[in-house]
């Protein structure tokens, strides 16, 4: 751990030099001395962050180091009018206004609330909503049929290798669980469980919604007798069968492990490119689609099929009054013609 009684973050006069940038966990552990947190409470205060809120701060927490050595300014002291001066350089650099809000987020950690979030910050941001509106990063989603169809050409089993299988598996399981890769990255092999009809997964670990009272996710995959060739359980099944040679000596039994020597766990961003080398093939263009959007896919493509709005919600790990669904993940496919309403008025 970095000594922070011998690295300055903070600069209190000209001759007063920075040091260099200590990290944005030593800028929280700090402000959080700063602000009278016993020494003895620091490390359970720390584990109150996910480590990806932590990596989604980041590079705020720098830009605020980098303006305030730039201004000769105290990070852990600024007022409401200081975070303004920030958030107005950003903007004038082209930050968006969801970056201005992680910006504020981020600031508030080790600034506290009282500064960041007060009518003349909540000012700023509605200006800014109105000076440059938030597009969503989609306006459509894709055909998961397209994608389904590529993937059952990976059948029967016995003639595929390992890395197409781990492609196929992973993409099919973020379909039909339409959860998070981080989630699916979590999966352990002690908490999968096969049914006569089904395959059940539970998700042990915290992930990104975890929080107290709320469940974690239970992934269900329903065995698809009728097309084994897409079926996610069968999928599942057949993987877990196929690694179980390359597990020996693995510390912790995960799901997905990598395709080549030591085949050890993957990580998230590793599944993330799996899923997205299976859109490009099936010709889904990922400039436009990353990983993520199978969430969105699979959720619209159900609601469209008339699953029930709670059923999608469940499924997702959204809860039952979440708007979530209809906000940011409700889209129809970019080739879709829904025309309903206007022919409903006109009767054509």
Request: proline share 5%; hydrophobic share 35%; aromatic share 10%.
């Amino acid at each position: 751990m970095m000594n922070m009684n011998n690295t300055r973050i903070c600069q209190n006069s000209p001759s007063t030099p920075y040091e260099s940038y200590p990290g944005g966990s030593q800028i929280v552990r700090q402000s959080m001395i700063k602000r009278g947190v016993p020494p003895a409470s620091l490390d359970i205060m720390i584990a109150s962050f996910a480590a990806s809120t932590l990596n989604q701060y980041s590079s705020s927490f720098k830009s605020w180091w980098i303006y305030c050595k730039d201004k000769n300014l105290d990070i852990f002291e600024a007022d409401s009018s200081k975070v303004l001066s920030f958030l107005t350089l950003k903007f004038e650099e082209g930050a968006s206004y969801s970056s201005l809000n992680t910006h504020r987020s981020a600031l508030s950690i080790i600034l506290g609330t009282h500064v960041t979030v007060n009518d003349c910050v909540n000012r700023f941001l509605k200006g800014v909503y109105r000076l440059a509106p938030p597009t969503p990063k989609y306006s459509t989603t894709w055909d998961t049929n397209i994608v389904l169809n590529y993937l059952s050409t990976m059948y029967p089993y016995d003639n595929i290798d390992l890395v197409d299988l781990s492609h196929k598996t992973c993409s099919l399981l973020a379909i039909a669980s339409a959860q998070r890769m981080q989630t699916i990255s979590l999966i352990k092999l002690k908490n999968i469980s096969k049914h006569d009809n089904e395959i059940v997964i539970k998700i042990s670990d915290l992930i990104k919604t975890s929080k107290p009272g709320a469940c974690q996710p239970l992934i269900r995959l329903p065995f698809i007798r009728t097309n084994p060739s897409i079926c996610p359980a069968l999928a599942v099944e057949t993987y877990i069968e196929k690694t179980r040679d390359l597990r020996h000596n693995l510390p912790e039994e995960h799901l997905f492990i990598g395709v080549r020597r030591p085949h050890k766990k993957v990580c998230s961003q590793t599944l993330a490119r799996w899923v997205k080398t299976v859109l490009q093939a099936s010709g889904i263009d990922i400039s436009v689609f990353g990983a993520h959007s199978t969430r969105s896919a699979s959720t619209s493509a159900a609601y469209r099929s008339g699953v029930n709005l709670e059923v999608v919600r469940k499924a997702a790990g959204w809860s039952n009054t979440s708007n979530v669904f209809f906000k940011y993940y409700r889209r129809d496919t970019a080739n879709s013609n829904n025309n309903d309403f206007v022919n409903a008025l006109f009767g054509t």
